[in-house]
């Protein structure tokens, strides 16, 4: 499989050609935007926090296709999550991406492991951080 | 293609050690010129021979290293100066063209523009000759005006007139534009200049590799330009200005080189240029622009010029050709910027790279020209006279693959 290949594997086009969770959160009670002035990138996390526990994610914003991948599938991973394992599933991607290339891939990130091949892609981490980011300064509200 | 041609071409390529360079595994395709070029053989050696043989410092020392470092630096102003059709008294070198628009905006913007004034600059700048214009308008009370531009991305000059009166004291626009490879009709636009009283400025980081520079026939009043877009190294470039207008113009930078006598609480500047040169200057590099510009000038014109325009037209119409791709505006010179139908402009970029092709994509350091042609990015294609059609196949078979990807 070509590197290009390994970064836009199924998972990640399926979820930018047919994002979920997108578009406002009605009783959302936080939301954070985070954008790339680089490249204009945006992503809004929005979430409803019941007793402790994400009740719904959703995101809007534009971007790429790793960005769009990214804000919409980390609104799937982190619905059901108490503050602390969804902060776990945030430094678990970050770390995931951020790794050498050759790597192993932790288990347990679940559809988020699709995002490995960004390993390879140095200059392309901060897409799929862009939504990383918004998500914790959303936690963190 | 003609034999003579294809045979120029070759000589050309042979001299580019870096197009022999495999990215990804895959022959290299560098199309990203407009954000820096290839330096030759000859402009590496000139470069080298300085490391290896005069690493004196300039203007400064009376040994034998001293003397012969100063000879080749002021031998390299007079020959960037004969390339630009001015006097070496006219030429401040500096960094880049960003340097030289920073110059002006401050030199002379502080000496010249008050409360009530205004600059006029195009709606297709790089922020290069946008962002520094922002900053000393804001700062000198004065007012930034933008002259529009039509859909083809050049100037509308109707438009123009319509912005210009007493109170403009600067115009400045891009000669080749970065984005939408337009040419700016700069004598026009001089004679439109001088007729209220302003100064035009010409941003010619894109034009000097590609156009015949010759301020005295352009009619503007500064000329800025880079080094390494025009085939020499980074960190070079060159402010060409009337001599009247910099021998009125406040220094900008403070330091050793600029000074004609300094006591404990006050100094006195040196004429132009030296008064805009503090500190030690890129030696290594303004040596190597001049061999870039002396071997550009050794290559055939003619057949450069012939080269380029045929592989920018092939370049323009097989994008436009390719399904999905739309060309902003209607390019003229060396640069073709397009979009891809629901794939965003890093995505194109990362996928081509699979395919060893070079090209830019996001703004361009110009997001209000986006933001005028209604994208929010876009992917550049640019050309230099060492491309060939093997770079354009490729980088269309790339964009075969980013169908592909996200079919």
Not at chain 1, 52 to 65: I, K, P, Q, Y
Not at chain 2, 114 to 142: F, I, K, M, T, Y
Not at chain 2, 322 to 336: F, K, N, S
């Amino acid at each position: 499989m070509s590197d290009a290949l390994a970064l836009y594997q199924a998972t990640i086009v399926d979820h930018d050609r047919h994002p979920r969770n997108h578009g406002p959160l009605a009783g959302a009670d936080r939301a954070a935007t985070v954008d790339n002035p680089l490249c204009g990138d945006v992503v809004t996390i929005e979430l409803r926090v019941d007793a402790g526990v994400v009740a719904a994610a959703a995101w809007t914003g534009r971007g790429c296709a790793l960005a769009r991948a990214a804000g919409s599938m980390l609104t799937v991973a982190l619905a059901g999550l108490d503050a602390t394992a969804a902060h776990a599933r945030l430094d678990a991607l970050e770390a995931l991406v951020c790794a050498a290339p050759d790597a192993p891939v932790p288990d347990g990130l679940g559809e988020l492991a699709a995002f490995a091949g960004v390993r390879r892609f140095a200059s392309r981490r901060g897409c799929v951080l862009i939504a990383v980011r918004a998500a914790r300064a959303c936690l963190s509200g | 293609m003609e034999a003579d041609a294809r045979s120029d071409l070759a000589a050309w390529r042979a001299e580019v050690p870096a197009l022999a360079l495999r990215v990804r595994g895959q022959r290299l395709a560098y199309l990203d010129n407009a954000a820096t070029t290839l330096m030759a053989q000859p402009v590496i050696d000139a470069v080298a021979r300085v490391a290896t043989h005069l690493p004196g410092n300039v203007h400064r020392g009376v040994h034998a290293l001293a003397e012969a470092a100063d000879a080749a630096f002021e031998g390299a102003r007079a020959t960037i100066a004969r390339h630009l059709g001015a006097r070496p008294d006219e030429v401040v070198l500096t960094s880049g063209t960003t340097a030289a628009i920073n110059l002006v905006a401050h030199a002379w913007g502080r000496a010249n523009l008050g409360p009530g004034d205004a600059v006029v600059v195009s709606a297709l700048e790089h922020h290069a000759n946008l962002v520094p214009w922002q900053a000393v308008c804001a700062e000198r009370g004065a007012t930034l005006r933008i002259a529009p531009i039509d859909d083809a991305g050049r100037i509308d000059l109707a438009a123009l007139d319509a912005l210009l009166d007493a109170r403009v004291k600067l115009i400045a626009v891009a000669h080749l534009s970065n984005v939408v490879g337009t040419i700016a009709p700069i004598a026009a636009i001089a004679a439109r200049a001088h007729a209220v009283g302003a100064r035009l400025l010409v941003d010619g980081a894109q034009a000097l590799p590609h156009l015949a520079i010759d301020v005295a026939a352009l009619g503007c009043d500064f000329y800025a330009c880079s080094g390494h877009k025009a085939y020499g190294p980074t960190g070079t470039g060159a402010l060409w200005g009337r001599a009247e207008l910099l021998a009125a113009m406040p220094p900008w930078q403070h330091g050793g080189e600029m000074v004609a006598a300094v006591e404990a609480t006050r100094a006195r500047y040196r004429e132009a240029p030296a008064r805009f040169e503090a500190g030690t200057p890129n030696i290594c590099g303004v040596i190597g622009l001049a061999a870039a510009l002396d071997h550009a000038a050794a290559r055939d014109r003619a057949a450069v010029a012939a080269h380029e325009a045929r592989l920018h037209a092939r370049l323009r119409r097989d994008l436009a050709a390719t399904p999905g791709v739309r060309v902003l505006g209607e390019p003229e010179a060396a640069v073709v910027a397009f979009t891809v139908a629901g794939v965003h402009p890093h995505d194109v970029a990362t996928i081509v790279d699979q395919e060893g092709v070079c090209v830019r994509s996001g703004l361009h350091c110009a997001e209000p020209l986006h933001a005028r042609l209604g994208v929010d990015a876009s992917v550049r294609a640019s050309l230099a006279y060492y491309n060939d059609d093997a770079d354009v196949d490729a980088l269309l078979a790339g964009l075969a693959r980013v169908r592909e990807v996200f079919a």
